[in-house]
C-alpha cells in the first residue's frame, strides 16, 4: 500500500497537480482552457501525455476530478491512500510564512487573509475546500510560497512607513515564487556549482527575480503581495499608489474590481489590449501590432532593470538563471533581456539559447569568454512542495 502525497498548484490560468509516492513522480495533470474547452493533460513517466476532455464549468472545480481520473488511470488502487496534499499557498503573513497544517485553525487564518490578497488566498481556499472533500482521509499542508525569503535582510524587507504600523499589521516585502527558487538552488550540486552571487528570474504568468548570496534569498522583486514588482501577464506589477487612487476613483470600482483591474486585466494584456502570451504577442509584433511592440518592450525592460537592481543588492553578479514558463522556453525573450545585459559581462551563445526550449534539466547557455555564468533551469515546485510536505506530515 502506497502513501502518496497529491500536489496541488492552483493559478488564476490553470490548475496543476502531481501524483508522488515520496519523491517519485507518479504523474503530473494540467487544467486548462482551450477553444473555451477545459482540457486536462496527464502527463506519466514514460508514457505520451494524455488529453483529457473535462466537462467541467470552470477550473475551480478541476480538483473535484481528480479521484476518477487517478483512479481510471491506475494511478490510485483499492489499497492506496492520498495521505496528504500540499497546497501552494500565497498568503501575506508572519504565519504563512513557513508551512502549515490547514486544521480548523490554520483554515481560519487563511480565511481572515482572504480582504489582503483575495485572489491568491480564495484559490488556495477554493481547494482546499474542494480536495477535502475528494480525498477525506488526507491531511491539508499549506506549503509556504514565501518561507525561501523569510530570512531576508531588514532593508530589502521593510517599506519605508512607519515601523511600528509595519510590525504591528505585518505590512512587509514578504516575496514570493521561493518553491522555484529553492528548486532552482537544488539543481547545482558537485558537476555545477552554484555561485556565490546568483539571481533567479522566474518568468512565467506570474514574474520575478530573486537575489542569492550563497543559496540564500536576500531580496526579491515582489512584495506584500505578488502584484509588486515587474509587468507580468495580466498584473500591472509597480504603479505609483496616487495613480492607483485616481484610476479607482476615475473609474469608479470597488475594492474587488479594482484588486481584479491590477492583477486580471493589466500587464501584458492591459498594455497590448489583445494577448497576456508572449508567443501570441511575439506574433503580433512581428506583424505590426504596435500594443504588442510596446508590452514587449515594457516586459523586457522591467526584467532588465531589475537585473540592474539584485545585481546592486548582491555587490556584483556571477550568474543568472532563467527558469518558469518563459524563461524555460522563449528563446527570443532570453535574447532580449540578455541584450540590455551586456553592460555587467553577460553574452548568451546564440546556437545553445535557440535549441534549448524546455530543458529537463539545468542548463548552461552563456559565452566561455564573458565571466557571468548564464542558465536555464526547469522549475520543479511539485518535488520540492512533497518533500516539505513529508516532513511537516511526519
Known amino acids: 500500500m502506497a502513501n502518496l502525497t497529491l500536489i496541488s498548484n492552483p493559478g488564476s490560468a490553470s490548475r496543476k497537480y502531481a501524483l508522488y509516492d515520496g519523491q517519485k513522480c507518479l504523474a503530473k495533470l494540467h487544467f486548462e482552457v482551450v477553444d473555451k474547452q477545459i482540457v486536462c493533460t496527464l502527463k506519466q513517466p514514460g508514457r505520451e501525455p494524455l488529453k483529457l476532455p473535462e466537462n467541467l464549468s470552470h477550473l475551480t472545480f478541476a480538483g473535484s476530478q481528480l479521484s476518477e481520473i487517478l483512479t481510471a488511470n491506475n494511478l490510485i488502487g483499492a489499497n492506496d491512500n492520498v495521505k496528504r496534499i500540499a497546497l501552494r499557498t500565497v498568503a501575506p503573513s508572519t504565519y504563512f510564512q513557513q508551512d502549515r497544517l490547514l486544521s480548523k485553525d490554520g483554515l481560519k487564518r487563511l480565511k481572515d487573509l482572504e480582504p489582503e490578497a483575495s485572489i491568491h488566498v480564495h484559490a488556495s481556499l477554493q481547494e482546499a475546500n474542494i480536495l477535502a472533500t475528494e480525498f477525506p482521509q488526507a491531511t491539508l499542508v499549506a506549503i509556504s510560497d514565501s518561507a525561501f525569503h523569510a530570512g531576508k535582510p531588514d532593508r530589502a524587507k521593510y517599506y519605508s512607513i512607519p515601523l511600528d504600523d509595519a510590525k504591528k499589521l505585518g505590512i512587509v516585502r514578504y516575496g514570493y515564487h521561493g518553491l522555484s527558487a529553492e528548486s532552482v538552488v537544488s539543481q547545482f550540486g558537485e558537476d555545477i556549482k552554484l555561485p556565490t552571487r546568483t539571481i533567479i528570474a522566474h518568468l512565467g504568468g506570474g514574474a520575478s527575480l530573486t537575489a542569492l548570496q550563497n543559496g540564500q534569498s536576500i531580496d526579491n522583486t515582489m512584495g506584500y503581495s505578488p502584484l509588486e514588482g515587474l509587468v507580468m501577464a495580466t498584473r500591472s506589477g509597480d504603479i505609483d499608489a ?42 503580433l509584433e512581428a506583424e505590426g501590432h504596435q500594443g504588442a511592440k510596446l508590452a514587449l518592450e515594457l516586459y523586457v525592460y522591467h526584467v532588465a532593470q531589475a537585473v540592474g537592481r539584485m545585481t546592486v543588492a548582491l555587490g556584483g553578479l556571477d550568474a543568472l538563471v532563467f527558469t518558469g514558463t518563459v524563461g524555460e522556453r522563449s528563446a527570443e525573450i532570453r535574447r532580449r533581456v540578455i541584450k540590455q545585459l551586456h553592460f555587467l559581462g553577460l553574452e548568451l551563445n546564440p546556437h545553445l539559447n535557440h535549441q534549448t526550449l524546455a530543458p529537463a534539466e539545468l542548463t548552461q547557455l552563456g559565452t566561455s569568454r564573458h565571466p557571468v555564468k548564464i542558465y536555464v533551469a526547469p522549475a520543479n515546485e511539485d518535488l520540492v512542495m512533497a518533500k516539505h510536505a513529508a516532513k511537516i506530515t511526519k
Do not use: C, H, M
Not at 259 to 269: E, F
Open 242 to 283: 496616487t495613480a492607483v487612487e485616481a484610476l479607482r476613483r476615475s473609474l469608479k470600482l470597488d475594492a474587488q474590481q479594482f484588486a481584479d483591474y491590477l492583477n486580471d486585466r493589466s500587464g501584458l494584456l492591459g498594455v497590448s489590449g489583445a494577448s497576456s502570451d508572449i508567443p501570441i504577442l511575439l506574433k
